[in-house]
């Protein structure tokens, strides 16, 4: 077989990017669509330019990148924040996500009722499903015991220490790597996504493809959600009613982080606050006590 690899760090359309990562011996998800990507490769991000085919624009589209990361818990229901980053994403149809697993023991898993939930993805797309996923055993030693500590690049294994454009990943020889699964979105519409073993965390995102925002699950009160197991479970019930995460303004805004979200809190914020408050208070009683 002719190794493709060489060539792929060019940029060229797509599709032929995906076909090219099969036949290098990738696995591809069990309905379709889907495929595992070789580490040992370079993909265009969101931030490159656009994979185009010539002058064909039928065949235009772009690579985009989505990290999995765990954080500082910002929430005291949660250990640690759990989360794709960003968590909203507008894309347009034939566009492709890598989703690099920045963190492992991670996956990525379209709401559907294949898989016992709500359908939260357009109607006619299949379900889909990645691997829990993790470092890619091909960038670490033999003898190796305990996971990697950080990338052999100098990040710090959570992408806090990459440029923002998904480039953090590390060259040929650069030690550890996280293992990557893309997935073309093809229908316009609106995409809810679970980390399977963290959607209790709140690790979820939503990805709008295209100009269609009308769904049939959207709401903003978490009480009417369906009961779990069918509707999301624990966090992720607030995290896909936050206002930031509404279709209309991912749309507008196009890119959604983590930190912007509503559900999102910098550690001891609250504490700081209600001591404000408690201080402002005590201010206000000497001020009456004084002021005669």
């Known amino acids: 077989m002719t190794d493709n690899r060489s060539n792929l760090a060019t940029v060229r359309p797509y599709r032929r990017d995906v076909m090219k990562i099969l036949g290098a011996g990738a696995a591809v998800g069990a309905f379709g669509g889907v495929a595992a990507a070789d580490e040992h490769d370079?993909?265009?991000?969101?931030?490159?330019?656009d994979v185009t085919?010539?002058?064909?624009?039928?065949?235009?589209?772009?690579?985009?990148?989505?990290?999995?990361?765990?954080?500082?818990?910002?929430n005291p229901q949660r250990p640690a924040?759990?989360?794709y980053q960003p968590t909203g994403l507008r894309i347009e149809p034939g566009d492709v996500i890598r989703f690099v697993f920045e963190t492992p023991d991670h996956n990525v898993t379209s709401y559907h009722?294949?898989?016992?939930?709500?359908r939260r993805v357009p109607p006619g797309v299949q379900p889909f499903s990645s691997p829990i996923m993790g470092w890619d055993p091909r960038s670490l030693p033999d003898d190796i015991d305990m996971p990697p500590a950080e990338h052999g690049n100098g990040g710090d294994g959570n992408g806090e220490?990459?440029?923002?454009?998904?480039?953090?990943?590390?060259?040929?020889?650069?030690?550890?790597?996280?293992?990557?699964?893309?997935?073309?979105?093809?229908?316009?519409?609106?995409?809810?996504?679970?980390?399977?073993p963290h959607e209790g965390f709140g690790m979820v995102m939503r990805v709008v493809v295209g100009e269609e925002t009308e769904t049939a699950f959207e709401t903003s009160d978490p009480g009417?959600?369906?009961?779990?197991?069918?509707?999301?479970?624990?966090?992720?019930r607030e995290v896909l009613t936050d206002p930031n995460l509404?279709?209309?303004?991912?749309?507008?805004?196009?890119?959604?982080?983590?930190?912007?979200l509503e559900s999102y809190q910098e550690p001891g914020t609250d504490d700081?606050?209600?001591?404000?408050?408690?201080?402002?208070?005590?201010?206000?009683?000497?001020a009456d006590g004084n002021g005669e």
Do not use: K
């Not at 370079?42 to 330019?49: A, L, N, R, V």
């Not at 220490?161 to 790597?177: C, L, T």
């Not at 209309?248 to 890119?255: K, L, Q, S, T």
């Open 42 to 49: 370079t993909y265009p991000t969101e931030d490159g330019p």
């Open 53 to 74: 085919n010539g002058d064909d624009d039928s065949t235009t589209g772009t690579v985009f990148t989505v990290r999995t990361l765990i954080r500082e818990s910002t």
């Open 81 to 83: 924040d759990f989360i």
């Open 113 to 118: 009722p294949a898989f016992g939930m709500q």
């Open 161 to 196: 220490n990459d440029d923002g454009n998904g480039e953090n990943d590390g060259g040929e020889g650069d030690g550890p790597r996280p293992s990557s699964w893309l997935y073309a979105f093809e229908t316009p519409g609106v995409y809810d996504l679970e980390c399977a």
């Open 224 to 236: 009417e959600l369906p009961p779990p197991r069918a509707g999301p479970v624990g966090l992720a």
């Open 246 to 260: 509404e279709p209309e303004a991912i749309v507008e805004h196009g890119r959604v982080e983590w930190e912007d």
């Open 272 to 286: 700081e606050d209600e001591a404000d408050d408690e201080d402002e208070a005590d201010g206000d009683d000497e």
